[in-house]
């Protein structure tokens, strides 16, 4: 295609070359348009040797749970949290209650009276509620269950302490060489007190040891185990 400039003839090629020299009136004009070009060719280089950053695209929110049931707070609440590798959520909660019944060698109560047990999924621990302390204790020295799949899992099962729960220390006391053996001995000798807890204090001879009941004076008494000694009740 020819271009007529002023009737002189020229391609197109030479018309589109830039080479062009534009009139007094235009001059400001091209010379910010050459501006606003280089500039342009400018950031293009630079964002290509940028480095490239990969977007990922934000994980979908986590479904909200439904609230857990709420067990009843007149009850003794024995937690057991497992130790053998097993995701709770996979078991039902009567299964699990089986199990647990059998390893506590407890009879089943009517549907009203029953154990309640509740499995948190986060947490990946479950809770037994009982009404009674002997039901309690029992379930308390269990270690292990066999589930109805034939699965073995090892618990540790312990009471958390009440907010009006006594906790005393007994120096110098012994001990044996786990804590659930502590407690055992400390709940069997002493049938009058409702011992929840029995523990030995890092790794020192003292136990740390909690009761349950309002009835106990401050001060210090005598506690029987497989050796006399006294507990220390702080004022």
């Keep these: 295609m020819e271009v007529e400039v002023e009737g002189v003839e020229i391609s197109l090629e030479e018309w589109t070359d830039d080479s062009w020299t534009p009139p007094q009136g235009f001059r400001a ?9 280089q500039q342009a060719q400018i950031k293009d280089a630079q964002a290509s040797k940028a480095p490239q950053v990969l977007l990922t695209s934000r994980p979908p929110p986590e479904l909200k749970r439904h609230p857990l049931p709420r067990l009843p707070s007149h009850t003794y609440h024995i937690v057991g949290p497992p130790k053998t590798p097993i995701d709770l959520t996979r078991t039902s909660p009567g299964d699990l209650q089986t199990a647990l019944l059998k390893a506590a060698s407890l009879p089943d109560l009517d549907p009203a009276k029953r154990d309640q047990i509740r499995i948190h999924p986060r947490n990946n621990t479950f809770t037994v509620s009982v009404a009674t302390t002997d039901r309690a204790i029992a379930y308390q020295r269990i270690t292990s269950v066999l589930l109805e799949d ?81 507990l220390s009740i702080p004022k």
């Design 29 to 37: 004009q091209a010379k910010r348009h050459q501006a606003l070009k």
């Design 150 to 230: 034939d699965r073995q899992i090892e618990v540790h099962m312990y009471a958390p302490p009440p907010d009006d729960a006594i906790r005393g220390i007994s120096f110098y006391a012994h001990t044996f060489p786990t804590d659930e053996e502590t407690l055992k001995d400390l709940q069997d000798s002493n049938p009058d007190y409702q011992i929840v807890g029995g523990r030995r204090m890092g790794r020192t001879k003292n136990l740390l040891i909690t009761l349950l009941g309002d009835h106990l004076p401050n001060g210090s008494y005598t506690v029987e185990a497989s050796s006399e000694y006294t």
